[in-house]
Each structure stands twice: as C-alpha cells, then as structure tokens.
C-alpha cells in the first residue's frame, strides 16, 4: 500500500506560478513510478506528466510541456509539479498517483496503471 497526499494548490492569477507536492507513505516510494493527473468539472482526468522512479525519466501531456516540470525527492519520499505560465484551462483538482515498477511509455497516460491515488488538491487559475 503507498498513501499520497497532496498539496499546495491554491488561486493564481493567470501566468502566476504553483509547486504542488505528493507525500508518500507505506510501500517503498522509491520503487514506483509517480504520475501527476488533473480533472476539471464535467471532463474526465487527464494525464498531466510521470516521472520514473529514479527520476531519470520525465514525460509530459502536450498541454503542459514547457510550462510544468515533475521531479521527486526519494530521500524525502515526495514528488513535485512545478507550475508555470499558468493558464485558466489549468485550473482543475490535481491528483498524484503512483505505480510501482517501470511504465512503458505507451502507457503512462493511461490513469488504470497507476495503482494508489492522493485525495486531490484544487488549483485555480483566474483570468
């Protein structure tokens, strides 16, 4: 079992900035690959960006990339999503998730992988 929490979320201006971070608790963190995942009201979730579990290895949705930027803490046991140039179509509930092993990446946008989730944390971005 691996416990996620999010956090950082808040309300930013549009092209402001946010760090969420994903503590993780319970089965070795190291050992998973990490996702960060959003859904706005009345769509459904959609990949936002993975890093494996050495950090080594990073992918991104074509919404974020250039704008956002995923790395992890293993020490720390914590995953991070710097936000940057934030846009109105960004603002949603921000979910981490976690799989544990190597994702091909095929794969890594697809939520099923992905085996424990965090509670979400809401970023909204004004206009």
């Known amino acids: 079992q691996v416990q996620l929490v999010e956090s950082g979320g808040g309300l930013v201006q549009a092209g402001g900035s946010l760090r969420l971070s994903c503590a993780a608790s319970?089965?070795?963190?190291?050992?998973?690959?990490m996702g960060w995942f959003r859904q706005a009201p009345g769509k459904e979730r959609e990949f936002v960006a993975v890093?494996?579990?050495?950090?080594?290895?990073?992918s991104y949705a074509d919404s974020v990339r250039g704008r956002f930027t995923i790395s992890r803490d293993n020490a720390k046991n914590t995953v991070y999503l710097q936000m940057n140039s934030l846009k109105p179509d960004d603002t949603a509930a921000y979910y981490c998730a976690a799989s544990p092993g190597t994702i091909h990446s095929d794969y890594v946008a697809r939520a099923a992988i992905y085996d424990y989730w965090g509670q979400g944390t809401q970023v909204t971005v004004s206009s």
């Open positions: 890093v494996s579990w050495d950090g080594g290895a990073t």
């Open positions: 319970g089965r070795t963190f190291s050992d998973c690959a």
